[in-house]
């Protein structure tokens, strides 16, 4: 039914795209840290988070209004930047659920729940988008109660998904390695 879009990468160009998303990853969360440095305050603890999951418009538009106009113009260039960060986490993620379910789950029908999460975290990326949208609307003034429950909906479907691919590459991790001990 499925099968992974990584399934005839090679093995030297497999290493080369994930330490380059790796690396990418890794400036991509210290300039979105940067950006978030200038959108947490009483009104939004958690900064782009606290907007991401307002989940009413009046929550959102308290978040916003809490905002100087140069934490606003970082909320802006957050959101930019996160449609860059979407491809790479997504990608990532994928990937490395695929380098698992590769040296663990070949021929076993286990295999198949690693290659849905593959496809999932595609999805996830739209999801993102969504959401990201939505909070720019919110964010140039359309206040509107359904862009504020598109992206809190959006938003909780993302972490979910993100989440479970996580708990699937932990938990394969320790698998693969108590059969390497063993």
């Known amino acids: 039914m499925f099968t992974s879009p990584f399934k005839n ?6 290493k080369k795209v994930t330490f380059s998303l790796f ?11 940067y ?3 200038y959108l947490d305050n009483v009104s939004a603890p958690y900064g782009i988070f606290s907007f991401e999951l307002a989940g009413s418009l009046d929550k959102s538009v308290e978040i916003i209004n809490s905002w100087s106009p140069l934490a606003k113009t970082f909320a802006g260039l957050s959101l930019g930047f996160d ?12 990937l490395l659920i695929h380098k698992l379910n590769e040296r663990l789950w070949v021929g076993k029908s ?29 964010l140039v003034g359309k206040h509107e109660e359904y862009w504020s429950s598109i992206a809190f909906s959006f938003a909780l479907a993302k972490f979910i998904m993100i989440g479970i691919s996580i708990l ?15």
């Not at 729940?113 to 969504?130: H, K, P, Q, S």
């Open 35 to 37: 950006f978030n440095i």
């Open 168 to 182: 699937y590459l932990l938990s394969n991790t320790i698998v693969l390695l108590f059969k390497k001990r063993v």
């Open 23 to 33: 690396y990418l990853f890794i400036i991509s969360v210290v300039v979105l840290k």
């Open 9 to 14: 990468i090679s093995t030297k160009t497999d």
């Open 83 to 94: 449609f860059l960060f979407l491809i790479i986490y997504n990608f990532l993620i994928a």
């Open 110 to 138: 286990f295999y198949k729940i690693g290659e849905l999460l593959i496809w999932a975290m595609f999805f996830t990326a739209i999801f993102d988008a969504v959401e990201n949208v939505s909070l720019i609307k919110l």
